[in-house]
């Protein structure tokens, strides 16, 4: 347990070590990176090991990222699912692109709420997963029948859009119940942390206008001629109003930074009392964004668990952290 | 050499590195072996066909199941593959006749109900005297959809449709069902009264 910070100045490699962490974990990169550019230029592979102590257990990770080729995934020395992975060993990763779930587009707080229901369970991980293959399923039938060579036409589009309305308003429903678990620990944390009494709403904004089934025989034409799907999870929204201004127009940018940390650390805090313990924490060089009260707050949040933190401040937080590594040119000093 | 090692590239599973070890292996054994398989290999392609009837893997032009006069031939299973049937077969809890989709459907792939062997399931339907389908394909997205789909295409002919039940595991315990199966089994769960 504990916060072990690795500093060092800025390139000299401290956020690769939590980004291989991250990846061998999530199977993507916190940054958005490809996997090519997690494998050393003229090289063929790259291999993460890692020992991890999750949920009372030690646990051996090993991922083997092939160029070109199919990856390894290694738990205890089987060969197990990435979504079994990501279960077992729950991850908060905080990076400064963070802001965007606040500040960017849809997507990003789509992708923020699913990544959340995974981790919720295997039902929950099933439906996000499954609406997305039934989305791929019905774009290819879209174009099929928009090119008119009929391999897949009419009657593969009626059974799919039945599947894809019972597991697209399961999806919707399950982040109406995740959201509503979430708003009132994003609350107390933005309170905390903000240091004001600012109330935080959110409000789920569906694309659905009656129900999906219908709107999906409504949109069916259009979307045949436009080749995707118009209606559905995928197009939703979230919004969060701080004092009823929408977070994401209206807030300044220490605001939506803050609100994003709450955001996440919600889910955090979600998750311990749903497994009995804290999610591994990672803090990518968050520190730079923060001023030194809120940094605090920060790391009060995160003593209970085991965290490493990112900086290349080094004396902000000499006091504050239980272990302290320097690194240099890649290597820990 | 290398002509060897991208034809093994190409089957299911294997990827360049076994393709490469199996090469070598082959190079390096007896000359009686890679005879032997070369001979299975061309002796199968030339003898086993689809059956005309259930479009199971056959040497003859009906299978071994769809002529046997023990079989229950007012039963039909609906399986995605060959394998699912020999599956099935190892239970010995089926005594009637089964038909062969070769796949489901999977716009993803381009596989509508066109490519399946569908048309000829509801030939038969209409043909002889059936008077139940059960529909055993997977449990996965492309297995329900194909089961909705036969489903809609039987209902109106009158004939009976049923799906395979889905749930625990014999001989396991319950508390280390994983949740999924356990939440499946809850769902499907069966009147007692």
């Known amino acids: ?333 | 050499m290398q002509a060897l090692i991208d034809e093994f590239s190409k089957l299911p599973g294997i990827g360049p590195k076994s393709a490469q070890r199996i090469s070598f292996y082959l190079l390096r054994s007896e000359q009686g072996e890679s005879d032997r398989l070369a001979k299975s290999i061309l002796e199968a392609k030339r003898t086993i066909k689809w059956c005309q009837r259930c479009f199971n893997l056959s040497e003859e032009d009906l299978c071994a199941i769809c002529i046997d006069p023990e079989r229950d031939s007012t039963t039909i299973c609906v399986v995605e593959e060959p394998k699912d049937l020999i599956a099935i077969e190892r239970t010995r809890e089926f005594k009637g006749l089964y038909h062969v989709l070769q796949g489901a459907l999977n716009p993803i792939e381009g596989v509508g109900p066109e490519q399946l062997r569908i048309r000829e399931l509801m030939a038969r339907l209409s043909d002889a005297a059936i008077d139940e389908v059960i529909i055993c394909t997977n449990p996965n997205i492309e297995g329900e959809a194909t089961s909705m789909y036969l489903a809609r295409m039987i209902s109106p002919t009158g004939i009976k449709v049923s799906r395979i039940a889905s749930g625990l595991p014999v001989g396991g315990d319950l508390e280390y069902a994983d949740e999924l199966t356990l939440g499946r089994a809850l769902e499907g769960r069966r009147d007692m009264a």
Do not use: W
Not at chain 1, 4 to 16: D, F, L, M, P
Not at chain 1, 24 to 39: E, L, V
Not at chain 1, 241 to 255: D, F, K
């Open chain 1, 1 to 333: 347990m504990g916060v072990t910070a690795i500093v060092g100045r800025n390139g000299q490699g401290k956020s690769s070590i939590i980004e291989a962490l991250s990846y061998a974990i999530t199977g993507r990169s916190f940054r958005g990176a490809p996997k090519d550019s997690m494998i050393t230029k003229e090289c063929e592979s790259s291999i993460v090991r890692a020992n991890i102590f999750s949920n009372q257990r030690e646990l051996l990770l090993e991922l083997s990222l092939n160029r070109g080729g199919s990856d390894r995934l290694l738990l205890n020395r089987n060969v197990t699912p990435r979504r079994d992975v990501v279960r077992a060993i729950p991850l908060t990763v905080f990076t400064l692109s963070d802001i965007e779930i606040v500040s960017g587009s849809p997507a990003h707080r789509r992708e923020f709420i699913d990544d959340s229901l995974i981790l919720m369970g295997p039902r929950a991980s099933e439906t996000v997963d499954n609406y997305e293959r039934l989305l791929q399923h019905r774009s290819h039938i879209l174009k099929s029948l928009q090119r008119g060579d009929g391999s897949v036409g009419y009657d593969s589009l009626e059974i799919f859009d039945e599947s894809l309305a019972i597991e697209g308003e399961r999806l919707i429903r399950m982040r109406l119940s995740l959201l509503s678990r979430i708003e009132p620990i994003l609350n107390e944390l933005y309170a905390d942390i903000a240091g004001k009494g600012e109330k935080v709403l959110t409000s789920y904004v569906p694309s659905v206008r009656t129900n999906l089934m219908s709107d999906l025989l409504d949109s069916r034409r259009d979307d045949i001629r436009r080749g995707i799907t118009s209606v559905g999870p995928h197009r939703d929204d979230i919004i969060f109003r701080i004092n009823g201004l929408n977070a994401r127009y209206e807030a300044s940018q220490g605001e939506q930074r803050t609100l994003a940390f709450s955001l996440k650390m919600a889910l955090h805090e979600l998750l311990r009392s749903r497994i009995g313990e804290d999610p591994i924490i990672l803090l990518d060089d968050v520190f730079s964004e923060l001023d030194e009260e809120r940094i605090e707050k920060v790391l009060k949040r995160t003593k209970s668990a085991q965290a490493i933190v990112t900086t290349s401040i080094d004396h902000q937080i000499d006091e504050k952290v239980n272990q302290k590594l320097v690194i240099e040119s890649g290597s820990l000093l």
